[in-house]
């Protein structure tokens, strides 16, 4: 599968808890990128990596959330102290660095869910 | 003021028909312009993008971007029932850089 691939699919977390959702982007893509979509809205930015460096953070984007690329290669997004706001798709997508011309892949995406 | 705008719909359309979807854009610096479609708990998957002044068109779709006037659309020909989904049009500073997305369009092909 040379796909974007993310794990798990669906989350069922109590508020308070901590979630942790892992994204594989296509290999040979450097850039890679997470957002987090609610119902009737589109994707809104979160953060995004070219290979291990974060490059930009949401301003919108509370402390609660961190998120590594370690080896420039998968990447993690951590939730902390889940509040029920958070419930939304979390998707990750990749794109090579700077070729015009060629698309953002997203992967299926995360789906959260804070009770 | 959003910086992505597209009208949320429903658009219905009759099976055979031209699909017209408009989105609107607030930064001047945006270079590069997608179309997504995206079903009921789907991930977005890209149509196309369009980087120049003018027309593109692949296969039934046809994207048209007015820098000048800060706005693209996408026609989609001959819809079929399969085209029902949600739009999103999103835009970029630079290619690479993050997308912006709009609220999206949900369109309704009825056959």
């Known amino acids: 599968d040379t796909g974007v691939s993310q794990d798990p699919r669906h989350k069922i977390t109590k508020r308070g808890q901590n979630v942790t959702f892992r994204c594989d982007p296509i290999?040979?893509?450097?850039?890679l990128y997470w957002y987090r979509q609610t119902l009737g809205q589109g994707p809104e930015f979160l953060t995004y990596f070219q290979n291990e460096a974060q490059l930009e953070k949401s301003r919108l984007l509370s402390d609660r959330f961190s998120a590594e690329r370690p080896k420039g290669s998968f990447s993690t997004l951590e939730i902390q102290r889940t509040e029920q706001g958070d419930s939304a798709m979390y998707l990750c997508?990749?794109?090579?660095?700077?070729?015009?011309?060629?698309?953002?892949?997203f992967g299926s995406g995360t789906r959260l869910t804070v009770v | 003021q959003k910086e992505v705008e597209q009208n949320s719909g429903p658009l219905s359309v009759p099976e055979g028909a031209i699909a017209s979807l408009n989105c609107t854009y607030s930064?001047?610096?945006?270079?590069?312009f997608f179309w997504y479609r995206q079903y009921s708990g789907k991930s977005p998957e890209l149509i196309m993008f369009i980087y120049s002044n003018g027309d593109k068109e692949d296969g039934r779709f046809t994207a048209q971007l007015n820098k000048a006037s800060q706005y693209v659309s996408l026609l989609i020909r001959d819809s079929q029932p399969s085209d029902s989904a949600t739009y999103l049009c999103a835009v970029a500073r630079a290619a690479g850089n993050k997308l912006t997305f709009g609220g999206g369009t949900r369109v309704l092909v009825k056959p």
């Open positions: 930064d001047r610096g945006s270079q590069s």
């Open positions: 290999s040979e893509h450097n850039r």
């Open positions: 997508a990749s794109n090579p660095t700077g070729a015009l011309g060629s698309g953002y892949t």
